[in-house]
């Protein structure tokens, strides 16, 4: 009797862990992520543009860049100043709003997604996604999949230094020294 008690314990704790809120940074997180309520709170008071890290809970990639990339120092202070971090769980079971639209949960298959994940990546959802929005809100560009340090500081100095609004990404790569991450 004991076995199935503990049985129905575990599946209860898992089910009210799956309907919480929305983490935003966790101890010793070296990016220090907030929640979108919080980043549309900080857009309002001060112009910054907003990182979104989209991931899901399943996603082996998603906890490489997490353990790799967003761990880096240089990497993680650079989004820290530059930018309004959100990490977002593309199945987050909560409402969203944005753009005075509501976007929800949809539960569909064995997992499910969000709608304000789904909107942000134009249908192709794929993890891990960040998605990079100028300082009233709107999408420049998602990308996808993993990126290490050195490739995600290219990609970080584009966005926040304002290249992608004048200089094509193939040059800009092509011509781009890294500052933040040294090779041996």
Same mark, same amino acid.
């Given at each position: =009797? ?14 009210? =862990? ?19 309520e ?31 990339? #967003? ?11 530059? #930018?309004?971090? &959100? ?21 569909? @298959?064995?997992? @499910? ?9 134009? @249908?192709?959802?794929? #993890? ?7 300082e009233? @809100?709107? &999408? ?10 050195e490739? #995600? ?32």
């Amino acid at each position: =009797m004991s076995k199935y008690r503990s049985i129905v314990i575990f599946f209860l704790a898992i089910a009210a =862990m799956s309907f919480a809120p929305q983490q935003a940074a966790a101890p010793g997180d070296k990016v220090k992520w907030m929640r979108w309520e919080e980043a549309v709170t900080h857009i309002e008071q001060q112009d910054k543009k907003v990182l979104l890290n989209i991931y899901t809970d399943w996603c082996t990639w998603c906890k490489r860049m997490d353990t790799i990339t #967003f761990s880096s120092e240089p990497i993680a202070s650079y989004i820290n100043t530059s #930018f309004y971090p &959100v990490k977002l769980n593309a199945e987050r079971k909560t409402s969203i709003e944005y753009k005075d639209q509501s976007f929800e949960f949809v539960d569909n @298959g064995k997992r @499910g997604y969000h709608q304000f994940a789904a909107e942000l990546l134009r @249908g192709r959802m794929s #993890f891990p996604s960040v998605v990079f929005m100028d300082e009233q @809100g709107d &999408v420049i560009q998602s990308i996808v999949g993993y990126k290490s340090p050195e490739e #995600f500081e290219r990609i970080l100095t584009y966005f926040a230094e304002d290249y992608y609004k004048e200089t094509p990404w193939s040059a800009f790569k092509r011509n781009y020294s890294p500052k933040l991450i040294k090779k041996d």
